[in-house]
């Protein structure tokens, strides 16, 4: 009677870790060849889902937190232009506000967001809105080739976002540079 309840009890055990692991998302790191940008992001696939729009998974005109799981962070080495905006060297929230013909781009000081639950959150948000650093916006391409897996790409001169149809590209300076 032991023998079978703790095998039911480590079968249990194994599902419950296997399907844990199965829904979140892989976390990468990426930075730019010169390492002067660096991005931490879940990276979600798209799975055969409607990714952007209003019957997608990530609706037009909403707060997205550019990836899964924990909010998208990204880091400067140096003080930078970024979307055409100074931004001083360190670490931000990195969100999105994806549209059909442009996204808005925003950079928060706040670390350690679990999506952008707090910063829609009616209440909480007016606090966080507060911490922005940076906000602007840049159009967005359609992708010739859906984009399976969500994929950050920093360089020297831009961070690049795709998945499914859609692409934007954040033009990256260092500060002082015309």
């Known amino acids: 009677m032991k023998k079978g ?4 009890v480590a079968l249990l055990i194994m599902a419950t870790s296997t399907l844990v692991s199965a829904q979140k998302s892989p976390h990468l790191k990426v930075e730019s060849p010169g390492k ?6 879940g990276q979600p696939s798209k799975k055969g889902r409607v990714i952007f729009g209003p019957d997608g998974l990530e609706k037009y005109g909403k707060v997205w937190r550019t990836g899964a ?26 969100f999105t506000i994806p549209d059909e013909k442009e996204w808005t ?28 650093v940076a906000e602007f916006k840049v159009p967005v391409k359609t992708n010739a080739t859906p984009v399976e897996k969500l994929t950050i790409t920093p360089t020297e001169s831009e961070v690049s976002i795709a998945w499914d149809q859609a692409a934007i590209s954040i033009p990256v300076k260092p500060a002082g540079s015309k």
């Open 36 to 41: 002067s940008v660096k991005v931490v992001y």
């Open 5 to 8: 309840l703790l095998f039911i």
């Open 69 to 94: 799981d924990e909010a998208t962070e990204i880091t400067f080495a140096k003080d930078v232009v970024f979307g055409g905006k100074p931004v001083k060297a360190g670490t931000y929230t990195l």
């Open 105 to 132: 781009v925003i950079l928060n000081s706040k670390l350690g967001q679990w999506g952008a639950y707090d910063y829609i959150d009616p209440v909480k948000g007016k606090e966080l809105k507060k911490l922005d």
